[in-house]
């Protein structure tokens, strides 16, 4: 399938370009994973490989389709739910008055399992909320919005929520489920890119960014966390993934004891 042959200086081009766009630091150990990707758009696109890079250097466009396809979007329903769960049930202790609306930022959202899952918890706390779900991926948005996923991406989730807050698929859609619209209506999906987009929102109560900052380096980890405390009310909540530290950043979190992942602001 791989007959692309990359020179080196080609994958040391095109690893600039994913760096530039999404920060993602692709190392010498992607290059096969880059060539499948290349062969897609090729094929795609109707191009040989000469043909491709010229379009993808002239084509805005063909760079977001590209950046598309060498994300890594795996995700699933209730995934690393320590964190979410501590920040739902202090929402819910700590409600001032009967009106808040809890304002969540889900900034790399992949295919929606993650903001659906807040959103459930938060629905199970009887809380009113938003919630801004983005990612840098035009194809997992279009994911997200519909909503169906395969069976297996909702294991964690506790049988009476997914009998709740999931419709069972018949027909062509057996093995799946779909999200009920009362979760859908209090979530927005919006394309957002971490490394070039300015938050649209100064006032959320947490941001969620998870899974993600594990695919850039220390100084792109570290602007981006920077660029998300900004986004944050004071008090409010920073949720990374269990594999992510904030460690060897510079940053004015401060961590919560017995809460890994999770920081405050
Ligand atoms: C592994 S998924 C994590 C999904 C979810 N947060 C979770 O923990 O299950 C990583 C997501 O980050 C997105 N991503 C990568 N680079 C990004 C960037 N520069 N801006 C926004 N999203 C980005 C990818 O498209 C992908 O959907």
């Known amino acids: 399938m791989n007959e692309i042959v990359l020179s080196k200086n080609q994958f040391l081009e095109l690893k600039h370009l994913v760096y530039q766009t999404s920060g993602i630091n692709l190392h010498e150990g992607k290059k096969e ?5 290349l062969a ?25 389709e590209f950046i598309d396809t060498v994300t890594t979007n795996h995700s699933y329903f209730f995934r690393e739910n320590k964190s979410i769960a501590y920040m739902v049930q202090h929402f819910k202790g700590s409600v001032p008055n009967k009106n808040q609306v809890f304002k969540i930022w889900c900034a790399a959202c992949s295919t929606g399992d993650e903001p659906y899952s807040i959103a459930i918890q938060l629905l199970e706390a009887g809380l009113d909320f938003s919630i801004l779900a983005t990612d840098i991926s035009h194809s997992v948005l279009a994911t997200a ?12 989730v506790p049988k009476t929520l997914l009998h709740r807050y999931f419709q069972q698929g018949t027909g062509k859609y057996q093995g799946h489920v779909k999200i009920k619209k009362q979760v859908q209506t209090h979530i927005s999906f919006q394309r957002f890119n971490l490394i070039t987009d300015t938050p649209p929102d100064q006032g959320v109560d947490a941001v969620v960014c998870r899974n993600v900052m594990i695919y850039f380096d220390m100084p792109t980890s570290e602007k981006v966390v920077n660029k ?33 992942s999770l920081y405050v602001k």
């Open 33 to 37: 994973l880059l060539k499948s990707k």
């Open 145 to 156: 919005a519909r909503g169906i996923y395969r069976i297996d991406k909702t294991r964690n």
């Open 40 to 64: 897609k758009r090729m094929r795609l696109t109707k191009k040989n490989f000469d043909q491709y890079l010229a379009y993808l250097a002239s084509n805005d466009q063909e760079v977001v």
């Open 228 to 260: 998300l405390y900004g986004a944050v009310v004071p008090r409010g909540f920073f949720a990374i993934g269990n594999a992510e530290s904030l460690m060897n950043l510079t940053h004015k979190f401060s961590s919560i004891p017995g809460v890994p």
